[in-house]
């Protein structure tokens, strides 16, 4: 007949093996997530084997803004307000008129 004291540590034994070979795989799986470069991984999302230079090269810059003044081909910067720095002196209202006007051509020209 068993006593309680050894059912006690059999069941211990078994629990610590089980509990280490988990620890031991988690362990493993991590490693080779990090040799392999997956990116953006969340839980329950499946793994993404990208490079972070690959991710990085597969973002889209965005087209450079233009100024709004009719006729100008200069790009915009945000230091002189969204114009160019030709146009940096020109009065807000009329620099909106230009964009007002340059949204209605596009919407014509779009439809």
Do not use: W
């Not at 280490?20 to 839980?43: F, H, Q, W, Y």
């Amino acid at each position: 007949m068993l006593n309680i004291q050894s059912l006690v540590s059999e069941f211990a034994d078994k629990l610590t093996r089980v509990i280490e070979s988990e620890i031991i795989n988690r362990a493993r799986a991590s490693v080779s997530d990090a040799l392999e470069g997956t990116v953006g991984r969340r839980r329950g999302e499946k793994a993404r084997n990208m490079s972070f230079a690959a991710a990085l090269a597969s973002r889209r810059k965005a087209p450079p803004q233009l100024c709004p003044v009719p006729g100008c081909k200069n790009r915009a910067a945000p230091i002189f307000g969204m114009v160019c720095s030709d146009h940096k002196n020109l009065p807000k209202a009329k620099v909106k008129k230009y964009r007002i006007a340059r949204r209605i051509a596009k919407a014509k020209q779009a439809a």
